[in-house]
């Protein structure tokens, strides 16, 4: 690069104090929840500006207490974070496979109603889905499942099939279609060669849209807080810790449960990570 | 290869576009009964409840020929002063965490783009509010807002000389410097730029990426300065990025629910559309009013797009 393109001696200093204030405004909230769910509560309430607990202070009760059934004195957490595991999982399942088979069909083959369905996905992605909680609410408790999981399910379902497509669509529209279409000339049927030629390849990006697409029922409390709020035994994660400020719950043990919310997202991101790079090393081989 | 059964030579006497015309239809069909049955349907009905005089326990019995079709629920919307509030409070919020992200997730896209050692640990680390679940990002600034025991309010207290602690999450507005100050609001709108602006981060990083260093590097040579480079090399080639980040933002700020109540609950002047809809819905038991809440929400939303639209149409004819 040339000299003239090297940025000037305040311009530097401006741009990393941008750099430092936006990584505390980004890393310093979660920290000092972390921190604070490591105190015992008594010390918080004394002094909050001490946030850095002392070594013999360290305390983990708050997280065994969240996590505990009401039964055995606790808050009975991990039972909510089983339930939202159960439905998000379901819900990436469901969600992947019907969109695998519909955003190839949207990005690769020429059909009739082609344009009316990517058309009519964008539309629905982009429509305020808080209208239609009103008469989804009155249809499932027609049916009877507004009380349970499943009906949450269907909900999830619902609001990912058009994100999780049009993700795939994209991905699918970058991949080389010659493979495709030797494999096709080879002989194998359509859904031998999405499975054995199609999906191989794009793994990487079905695994993104499987993460994002978990995230979003992991992290859902609308419809939750709609349906189940009467029922504690069904609570999700998000609902579950809601709910439970407005009993007299000690502020570390919620940010404890808080952290444990957590925990399964960054675990996901993590192993992720390798199997999205070991994906595309292999998608890459000639 | 084996000798063809009768279904396979029928299916190859077909020809190849005509193939590929009905495994499209197939493969996308589930999807498409799926979406008609829980967003068509619902729409419908959401229409149904809103020009009808029907209420929760009507709806065991609702069949087309006992709806008694009426406008009150929309009139009715129309007239009351907490739709208006509902709505002014929603359009500022969506407009400045709109901004407010995008401008942010962009200043900092820009600053980063040099590389430099721990770059792409200083890029994951910038996620975090984004990937971290809204519930423990509400529970967090909650506790940090805290009158009590919260971190801000005791640095406050100690070091900035506030005479009392400050509730964040429940005032409405206060004075400050004799200007009225929607304290709640701030706060609310602060948490989603906090929490949306490194999608904007990523968006336009990855569209920087892909600026050739070419251009730039000619312009530098020919005595362009560094902000003429960013206000006419850099920019224009964002622009198409910016404009799809403000069109998404703003939908979704505009309807956003989960990171507003988790925080207020609507308390302190932070009632937006669609907390104002959940509250007709749950609280007051009127599906007539929250789908009419609901449907003049989304009404006022394809307007705006529209003028979105419209608008940016005759800048590019310009």
Redesign the interface.
């Known amino acids: 690069m040339s000299s003239a393109m090297r940025p000037s001696r305040p311009v530097n200093v401006l741009r990393w104090t941008l750099i430092t204030v936006a990584l505390v405004c980004a890393v310093g909230p979660v920290l000092y929840g972390v921190l604070l769910s490591l105190r015992p509560y008594s010390a918080v309430l004394l002094e909050p500006l001490d946030i850095v607990p002392g070594l013999g202070e360290i305390d983990l009760s708050s997280y065994v207490t969240a996590m505990k059934d009401e039964s055995a004195g606790g808050f009975g957490l991990g039972r909510f974070v089983l339930n939202s595991l159960l439905v998000a999982l379901a819900t990436v399942a469901i969600s992947i496979v019907a969109c695998i088979f519909g955003a190839y069909a949207v990005a690769r083959l020429r059909y009739r109603g082609r344009r009316f369905t990517s058309g009519i996905i964008l539309a629905v992605y982009l429509f305020p889905g808080i209208v239609l909680a009103v008469p989804k609410f009155v249809i499932l408790s027609r049916l009877g499942l507004s009380r349970s999981l499943v009906g949450l399910l269907v909900i999830y379902v619902a609001a990912t099939v058009p994100v999780a497509l049009y993700m795939m669509r994209n991905y699918f529209l970058a991949l080389p279609e010659s493979v495709e279409e030797a494999a096709l000339l080879d002989g194998c049927s359509l859904p031998t060669m999405l499975r054995r030629v199609v999906l191989p390849i794009a793994l990487p990006g079905v695994v993104a849209t499987a993460i994002y697409v978990f995230m979003i029922a992991w992290n859902e409390y609308f419809y939750a807080l709609l349906f189940l709020v009467q029922d504690r035994s069904r609570w999700t994660a998000p609902l579950g810790l809601a709910q439970l400020t407005d009993f007299q719950v000690p502020v570390t043990v919620l940010l404890a449960g808080s952290i444990a919310v957590t925990v399964p997202v960054i675990a996901i991101f993590f192993l992720a990570q390798r199997f999205m790079v070991a994906g595309l090393t292999a998608g890459a081989d000639k | ?1 084996s000798t063809p059964t009768r279904r396979s030579s029928r299916w190859e006497r077909l020809s190849r ?1 005509q193939r ?6 197939l ?2 069909g ?3 009964l ?2 008609a ?3 068509l ?3 419908l ?2 229409l149904v ?1 809103g020009f009808s005089d029907t209420r ?1 326990i009507d ?2 019995r609702l069949s087309p020929s006992t709806i008694e079709w009426t406008f009150d629920n929309i009139v009715d919307a129309w007239q009351s002063d907490a739709f208006w509030d509902a709505l002014w409070t929603t359009v500022i919020y969506a407009t400045l965490t709109t901004i407010g992200s995008i401008g ?1 997730g962009l ?2 896209a820009l ?2 783009r ?1 590389p430099f050692r721990g770059q792409g640990i ?1 890029r994951a ?5 984004y ?14 807002l ?1 009158p ?4 801000v ?3 406050g207290q ?1 070091y900035l000389g506030w005479q009392s602690p400050v509730g964040f999450l429940s005032t409405t507005s206060t004075d400050v410097a004799g200007l009225p100050v929607p304290v709640s609001l701030l706060v609310v709108i602060a948490f989603e730029i ?1 929490k949306s602006f ?1 999608l904007a981060f990523l968006f336009v990083t990855a569209r920087l990426q892909n600026v050739p ?1 070419g251009i ?2 000619a312009s ?2 020919d ?1 362009a300065s ?1 902000w003429q ?1 960013l206000r006419h090399i850099i920019l224009p080639q964002l622009r198409g990025v910016l404009l799809l980040l403000l069109l ?1 933002r703003f ?1 979704w700020s ?2 956003n ?2 990171d507003v ?2 925080l207020t609950e609507g308390a302190g002047g932070t009632q937006v ?2 907390i104002k ?2 509250t007709e ?2 609280t007051r038991s009127d ?1 007539g009013s ?2 009419a809440y ?2 003049l ?2 009404l006022v ?1 394809c307007v705006l797009l529209a003028g979105y639209v419209l608008l940016s149409r005759r800048k590019e004819a310009l």
């Not at chain 2, 590929?20 to 239809?25: A, D, F, I, S, V």
């Not at chain 2, 680390?125 to 509010?129: D, Q």
């Not at chain 2, 990937?131 to 940090?144: G, S």
């Open positions: 290869m576009s590929e015309n009905l495994n499209g239809q493969l996308t589930p999807t498409l799926l979406i049955l829980v967003v349907l619902p729409f009905l959401v409840f929760l709806i065991p942010v200043l900092l600053a980063l040099r200083v680390l910038l996620l975090i509010p990937v971290l679940p809204v519930i423990a990002a509400a529970m967090i600034w909650r506790t940090m805290n009590q025991y919260g971190i309010n005791a640095i100690e906090w490194p260093g730039e590097e530098a040579l005595g560094r480079n998404i939908i505009f309807q629910f989960n109540y988790l559309m669609a809809v959940y819905l749950v599906i929250a789908a609901g449907l929400m989304s939303l």
